[in-house]
C-alpha cells in the first residue's frame, strides 16, 4: 500500500546528454528498502542502521543483525546497497552507549567516534555486514558516519579490510573531512556527503533547533563549496563521490550536486521521480553553470533563486 502512494521513477538517473547519476534510495529498516525497491530506486545510497540498535538496553547480537541486513540486501539483489555503520550519539541517542552527560553532544563522541570507546560495536558490526554480504548477491559497500581525520579513515578502512569489505567509505559530515577529501580518499574508496549534518557544522546552527533554521540550509554558498572541495579531492584520486543528505532530494539543488561533480544522489524515494525529471531536463554543462551560479551567489537564498529562474522545469 506503501509503495502504490510513491510515483515510480524508471531509471537510469541521467541528464538530458546522457551523463550518468544513480538515482538510488535512503532505507532505514528491511520495510523501507522493499518499498525503495519498489519505487524504482537504482540501489541504496544510504541504509541507516540504527534501527536495530534503538530501543533496546544492550546491543543487537550478531544474528539478530545478519538477519536485519540480509533482508535489505535481498531487497536489493545484485544492485548497490551502500550500508552505514551505527551512527550513536547526538541527534540518535542510545541507551547503552550513554555519552556521560555531555554538554555538546553533538560535538561529542557520536558516530565513528563511538568505535574508539566501544571497539566491540563496530567488529560485531562488521562481521554481520560481512555475513550478510556473503550470503546476498547485492553490491555492498560499507561508510562510516562523522569522519574527520585522515586517521579515522584509515583505520575504518583497514577494520573493513580485516572482514574482505572491500568497497569502504566515509561520509563527508564535518567540514575537516570535505577540506582533506583528497587524502582522506587515497584510503577510502568513495566519499558520500551527509548535508543534514555538513550544513549543521558549517554553519554552526544545531539542526534540530528551529531558532536557527534559517541558517540550516544546503543552498549556503559555503556548504556548496564544501562539497566542491569534496568533489576535487575525490576526482584527484578518483574516487566517486554522492550526497545522501536531503539536499539530493531537492530536484533544483540536486542539478547544481552534479554540476560540482557528484555522480550519485541518494533520497526518500518518493523523491526520485522529481529528481529525475528535472536532471532529464538539463545537460551535464548546464549543470555546471548552475553550479558556478550557486557557489558564486552571496546567500542561500540568492543561490537557490537564481538557480530556479534558470530551470524551466521547474517555473
Ligand atoms: C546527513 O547528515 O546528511 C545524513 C545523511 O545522515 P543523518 O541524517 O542520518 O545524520
Ligand atoms: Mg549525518
Known amino acids: 500500500a506503501l509503495a502504490a502512494q510513491v510515483r515510480t521513477f524508471t531509471g537510469p538517473g541521467q541528464t538530458a546528454d546522457g551523463h550518468r547519476v544513480e538515482l538510488l534510495a ?92 566501544h571497539p566491540d560495536i563496530l567488529e560485531d558490526q562488521l562481521t554481520a555486514i560481512a555475513r550478510a554480504r556473503a550470503a546476498e548477491s547485492a553490491d555492498v559497500w560499507v561508510m562510516a558516519p562523522m569522519v574527520s581525520t585522515v586517521d579515522e579513515a584509515a583505520d575504518f578502512v583497514a577494520a573493513c579490510a580485516r572482514h574482505g569489505l572491500d568497497h569502504a567509505g566515509v561520509m563527508v559530515e564535518v567540514p575537516s573531512a570535505a577540506l582533506m577529501a583528497g587524502p582522506i580518499l587515497a584510503h577510502a574508496t568513495f566519499a558520500s556527503v551527509g548535508t543534514n549534518d555538513l550544513v549543521q557544522y558549517t554553519m554552526a546552527a544545531d539542526r534540530l533547533l528551529g531558532a536557527v533554521a534559517h541558517l540550516s540550509v544546503a543552498w549556503q554558498p559555503a556548504v556548496l563549496q564544501l562539497v566542491a572541495a569534496t568533489c576535487a579531492g575525490a576526482a584527484a584520486q578518483g574516487r566517486p563521490v554522492g550526497v545522501c543528505g536531503e539536499a539530493a532530494a531537492s530536484p533544483a539543488l540536486a542539478a547544481v550536486l552534479v554540476g560540482l561533480g557528484v555522480t550519485s544522489l541518494s533520497m526518500t524515494p518518493r523523491a526520485l521521480a522529481d529528481v529525475a525529471a528535472v536532471l532529464a531536463s538539463v545537460t551535464y554543462d548546464e549543470c555546471r553553470r548552475l553550479a558556478g551560479l550557486a557557489l558564486a551567489a552571496s546567500s542561500a537564498a540568492d543561490a537557490r533563486a537564481t538557480v530556479r529562474g534558470e530551470l524551466p522545469v521547474l517555473v
Open 26 to 117: 535512503n532505507v532505514g529498516d528491511p520495510a523501507a528498502s522493499k518499498a525503495a525497491a519498489a519505487a524504482g530506486a537504482e540501489g541504496v545510497g544510504l541504509f541507516r542502521t540504527e534501527f536495530a540498535f534503538l530501543d533496546r538496553d544492550e546491543a543487537p547480537s550478531i544474528d539478530e543483525q545478519v538477519a536485519a541486513y540480509r533482508q535489505v540486501f535481498a531487497a536489493f539483489a545484485d544492485r548497490k546497497v551502500v550500508i552505514r555503520t551505527l551512527d550513536a550519539g547526538a541527534d540518535k541517542p542510545m541507551p547503552f552507549l550513554a555519552g556521560d552527560g555531555e554538554v555538546n553532544p553533538a560535538l561529542g563522541v557520536r558516530g565513528l567516534r563511538t568505535a574508539a570507546q
